[in-house]
């Protein structure tokens, strides 16, 4: 079964600064939390591929209707927390797994190592093989 | 000389063979495993290029032995000398060299400590012997994980010290069961259409057929093996018919039966038939029964229903499996109309719950019984619970077409 973990720039439960405002210890240290659970996923066979995107001030919203030329809107959004930070999409055999990885997501560190508590959404990829109708 | 489709099936045809000698010889099925890997990729690289040699099974032992003994010259390797004394005086006797090792290296892949997920890729790569990028591509994960996933897989088979040798006679049976199931999941993840032939995909039903056909070769007069094998020709006979130009699915009640492949029809007919004739009935052997009846059919409505009805309540006695409640539900209903279909479904619920299945079928047969708002409601319910895209689209269409009040298409 195939899940999107995804995050974003929302709040999050410890209440801690943006990564603006960390040291860079601290940055250090929840990049080598985010590289080595890769790692673990990897080695256990369930990564399919993690991604951060690139920040919200560089996001742009493009709309259009086929026809007249797309609007295309730059930040600052004043709904920036609804953004995407980055995913994961995983390939494990139970939901059980898939939460308990997305645990494991959302307690990374942040300043002086205490667990961010950031929000995980984990949705079920439509990946099922096709039935006979 | 060596061309590419005969050398790939040449390769895939020795790969169980030499991986059998190689663990007969050292004992590690895991490097064993490994080694074999690295012969056939030489193989694939060599043989084109110099010619395929006059003994391709010498060949390719040579070479994989080689590999091994570098395996474990890397590795610790006066730990692995005395591993391997200590195994050649712990194996048991030997049945026929070769011909059963297919066989035992399918009983060892679908080990009971191993979960399907970790079997079927194991089983593709040792008994297929396809390569580990071919089979993450058949999944859609990168070679790395799925190499990743074969490693775990004979991690534990290695912790587990099952030996190189068939399963006993009192361990048979249930160890049979564990292999038929993993063939009938691998079969069953093929049905995964891109909307179209995509030839650079393995074909995981093929692969599952191509299997199903070794056990059955090795076992010929185990009825559910054969049953498990029409089974799968039975349902794949079906396959041409089933997605539609735009990659739609296509139900059974709507499919083009001009599409079907008759020869696989008639072979799997064969097979079931005989099979029955064991008076040995088991659970494949009773779907691939129901299968029979339903290729047998020129059209949907002429399709023996009542004997379908009767297969799934055996069925259903046999598994006590809610999900052939379901389908013994359709059944029903063709055979004695919507409400005899419907009210098998009661009930379920407390069983199967908010499962877009259970919905999907109550749809349908509300829509049979003229029910058009409420199969237009069970259909919206089905959609939002679907978990592939394609049914999901099939289902979101289906409530669409009642909700609009449109005729039937």
Redesign the interface.
Known sequence: MRFMLLQNYGRVESDCPPMSEWSPEDIKAHIAFQQALNAELAELGELVDAQGLAGPEQARFVVSDGAAAPVITDGPFPESKELLAGYRLIDVETVGRALEIAARASASPGPNGVAIQQPIEVREVLSAPDPEL | MAGGANLEDLLRELAPQVLGVLVRRHGDFADAEDAVQEALIAAATAWPADGTPDSPLGWLIRVASRRLANIYRRDDARRRREELAASWSAAGPDPAPGRDDTLILMFLCCHPSL?P?LAIPLTLRAVGGLATREIAAA????E???G???S?AKAKIKASGEPFRLPSAQDRPERLRLVLHVLYLLF??????SGGPDLARTDLSGEGIRMARAIHAAMPDDPEVTGLLALMLL?DA?RPA??GAAGE????AEQDRARWDRPLIAEGTGLITAALRRGQVGEYQVQAAIAALHDQADAHDDTDWPQILSLYGLLESMTGNPMVRLNRAVAAAMARGPAAGLELLDGLDDRLGDHHRLHSVRAHLLEQAGDRRAAAGEFRAAAAG???????Q?LSTQAARLAGGQESP
Do not use: H
Not at chain 2, 139 to 142: K, R
Not at chain 2, 249 to 252: A, D, F
């Open positions: 979960t997920a999944f859609l994960v990168p790395a994980t799925m990743q996933r074969i775990r069953n993840e093929g049905y995964t259409s349902t079906r089933r997605t699915l296509i139900p059974l679907a978990t592939n895209l394609r049914e999901r099939y």
